[in-house]
């Protein structure tokens, strides 16, 4: 059973930082592909970034690129997502998403963690 926790998540003002992990069990790490997606107030969930499975990809959303930096530990079976230059409109639940051998954009992950609220003021 695979199990995603995230972590990290608090309230910030805007031109702040945060890291956010995504501790990853029940899974061979090495083979899964993980994004970050998140989900405001009244919107749809969206995209953030993608790592692949072995670490030499990444892609971001246009909203969150050069601000955004999606990493991976194998070692600890964990994902991260540093988080700088916050702005209000990336107040929003984050969630870490995963699939073997996966790494899009699009919602095709097969396992989900439950979220972190991550809130900045202005």
């Known amino acids: 059973q695979v199990q995603l926790v995230e972590s990290g998540g608090g309230l910030v003002q805007a031109g702040g930082s945060l890291r956010l992990s995504c501790a990853a069990s029940?899974?061979?790490?090495?083979?899964?592909?993980f994004a970050w997606f998140r989900q405001a107030p009244g919107k749809e969930r969206e995209f953030v970034a993608v790592i692949s499975w072995s670490g030499g990809i990444t892609y971001y959303a246009d909203s969150v690129k050069g601000r955004f930096t999606i990493s991976r530990d194998n070692a600890k079976s964990a994902v991260y997502l540093q988080m700088n230059s916050l702005k209000p409109e990336d107040t929003a639940v984050y969630y870490c998403?995963?699939?073997?051998?996966?790494?899009?954009?699009?919602?095709?992950?097969?396992?989900w963690g439950q979220g972190t609220q991550v809130t900045v003021s202005s």
């Open positions: 029940g899974l061979t790490f090495s083979t899964y592909g």
């Open positions: 998403a995963a699939r073997k051998y996966g790494a899009s954009y699009r919602e095709m992950y097969d396992s």
